[in-house]
């Protein structure tokens, strides 16, 4: 069994910066592609970026430019580094590994 924990959430003005992490542990016996979503109030969750096993990205259109997925495959763990934060970036931020999700970090952006 995955497990998933976020971090590296919280509350920063427009414009700021945050780098959020993902870690997995337990059954992992291969790399795999995996994605980070968001969930902003009263909105449904939407995906914002994913990266193959090969390290090939994709961006969800809001983000092109402002946001970056990498990944450290020896530490099993999945990062977004988030750029010109806007009042609109603000939601829960989730992970997903092979349908398994992690418990959310929480973006706050203040205007």
């Known amino acids: 069994q995955v497990r998933l924990v976020e971090s590296g959430g919280g509350l920063v003005q427009a414009g700021g910066s945050l780098r959020l992490s993902c870690a997995a542990s337990?059954?992992?016996?291969?790399?795999?592609?995996m994605g980070w979503y968001r969930q902003a109030p009263g909105k449904q969750r939407e995906w914002v970026a994913s990266?193959?096993?090969?390290?090939?990205?994709n961006y969800i259109d809001s983000v092109k430019g402002r946001f970056t997925i990498s990944r450290e495959n020896a530490k099993n763990t999945v990062y977004l580094q988030l750029n010109s934060l806007k009042p609109e970036d603000t939601g829960v931020y989730y992970c997903?590994?092979?349908?398994?999700w992690g418990q959310g970090t929480q973006v706050t952006v203040s205007s």
């Open positions: 997903n590994r092979m349908g398994v």
């Open positions: 337990g059954s992992i016996s291969s790399i795999v592609p």
């Open positions: 990266i193959t096993t090969g390290g090939n990205t």
